[in-house]
């Protein structure tokens, strides 16, 4: 058995096409079936379920792409570790990070790239599930996302921000003057919000089913800047991260309003492996002390009585 075998059934999974897998791999489809019919030779197990085309993997091919995944994810920190000696922390660093935490990840980029600009960042947005399914399979180093909302995998978490919620709605629309607007007022109005899939979507739904409200949303984008452009359209209001305006400021023509009865808040934070040894890329995002803008949204947020300057501009 020798890595780059292991690297085709990461491929082959991956990519779920043999041809599609090899291109990736940078070989002929031939050189990668072989490769891996040889892995199932070295294993002693069908690895592959074939038919006239790619299938999918069988029983034991799971358990060996989830050791797959493993061993070349310690062959590349063993590398970075190396290199790290040689010529200080470098490679790239691979971040996924939830929608609504996109305007806050530039506060914790710049300081690492300042202190390791040897090191390339890849900044991808996903959702929890993909980061946490991206993390557990070695595909991201460090996920910034919910800590407190749904169940986290075998990972090592560190709070960054904490979310709370801002009802934005038009300036002079049916809630102009108001200061508060209630969970239940807002779920009677036409809204935009995030898809089903998006775990702000979930945490916004669970807040509406606890004070028995289920609004049927007119309008669902996985964007959270489309879903701030469609209230700029004059339509519809959006419930929205109080950070998204705080970074970015008020579209123009809106105002956002205090969510009330409840104030609901979620923490933000990195996760990583929880295996040992840990990358040395995330390890050392980890041990990175927090910018003091983004430190200080861990505690709660000053409340907007609220004029579109006092959230952000």
């Given at each position: 058995?020798?890595?780059?075998?292991?690297?085709?059934?990461?491929?082959?999974?991956?990519?779920?096409?043999?041809?599609?897998?090899?291109?990736?791999?940078?070989?002929?489809?031939?050189?990668?079936?072989?490769?891996?019919?040889?892995?199932?030779?070295?294993?002693?197990?069908?690895?592959?379920?074939?038919?006239?085309?790619?299938?999918?993997?069988?029983?034991?091919?799971?358990?060996?792409?989830?050791?797959?995944?493993?061993?070349?994810?310690?062959?590349?920190?063993?590398?970075?570790?190396?290199?790290?000696?040689?010529?200080?922390?470098?490679?790239?660093?691979r971040i996924g990070v939830i929608?609504?935490?996109?305007?806050?990840?530039?506060?914790?980029?710049?300081?690492?790239?300042?202190?390791?600009?040897?090191?390339?960042?890849?900044?991808?947005?996903?959702?929890?599930?993909?980061?946490?399914r991206g993390i557990e399979e070695?595909?991201?180093?460090?996920?910034?996302?919910?800590?407190?909302?749904?169940?986290?995998?075998?990972?090592?978490?560190?709070?960054?921000?904490?979310?709370?919620?801002?009802?934005?709605?038009?300036?002079?629309?049916?809630?102009?003057?108001?200061?508060?607007?209630?969970?239940?007022?807002?779920?009677?109005?036409?809204?935009?919000?995030?898809?089903?899939?998006?775990?702000?979507?979930?945490?916004?739904?669970?807040?509406?089913?606890?004070?028995?409200?289920?609004?049927?949303?007119?309008?669902?984008?996985?964007?959270?800047?489309?879903?701030?452009?469609?209230?700029?359209?004059?339509?519809?209001?959006?419930?929205?991260?109080?950070?998204?305006?705080?970074?970015?400021?008020?579209?123009?023509?809106?105002?956002?309003?205090?969510?009330?009865?409840?104030?609901?808040?979620?923490?933000?934070?990195?996760?990583?492996?929880?295996?040992?040894?840990?990358?040395?890329?995330?390890?050392?995002?980890?041990?990175?002390?927090?910018?003091?803008?983004?430190?200080?949204?861990?505690?709660?947020?000053?409340?907007?009585?609220?004029?579109?300057?006092?959230?952000?501009?």
């Amino acid at each position: 058995m020798v890595l780059r075998q292991l690297e085709y059934l990461a491929a082959l999974a991956r990519e779920r096409h043999f041809g599609r897998a090899a291109e990736a791999c940078h070989v002929s489809q031939p050189t990668l079936s072989a490769a891996i019919r040889l892995l199932e030779e070295d294993l002693g197990a069908p690895i592959v379920e074939r038919g006239h085309r790619y299938v999918g993997l069988t029983p034991q091919g799971q358990v060996a792409l989830e050791h797959a995944h493993r061993i070349l994810a310690e062959v590349e920190n063993l590398r970075r570790g190396l290199e790290e000696i040689d010529k200080g922390l470098t490679g790239r660093l691979r971040i996924g990070v939830i929608p609504t935490a996109l305007p806050i990840v530039s506060q914790l980029t710049g300081p690492f790239y300042a202190l390791f600009p040897g090191v390339t960042v890849a900044v991808v947005s996903m959702n929890s599930q993909e980061i946490d399914r991206g993390i557990e399979e070695f595909e991201l180093d460090v996920g910034l996302t919910y800590l407190d909302a749904e169940p986290l995998g075998h990972v090592k978490a560190k709070p960054v921000c904490s979310e709370e919620y801002l009802f934005l709605t038009q300036a002079r629309g049916p809630f102009a003057g108001r200061t508060q607007v209630t969970w239940r007022e807002a779920a009677n109005t036409p809204l935009c919000l995030l898809t089903p899939d998006m775990q702000n979507r979930r945490i916004i739904d669970g807040v509406f089913r606890s004070v028995g409200a289920k609004p049927v949303p007119a309008v669902e984008t996985n964007s959270i800047f489309n879903l701030v452009s469609h209230v700029s359209a004059g339509q519809w209001s959006a419930i929205v991260p109080r950070q998204l305006l705080r970074f970015f400021g008020l579209p123009e023509g809106t105002r956002a309003i205090e969510l009330i009865e409840p104030v609901a808040q979620r923490t933000i934070g990195l996760v990583m492996s929880d295996r040992e040894p840990p990358s040395p890329l995330a390890r050392n995002l980890f041990a990175m002390q927090l910018p003091g803008d983004i430190a200080a949204l861990i505690q709660p947020p000053n409340r907007l009585g609220e004029e579109p300057a006092s959230a952000g501009r």
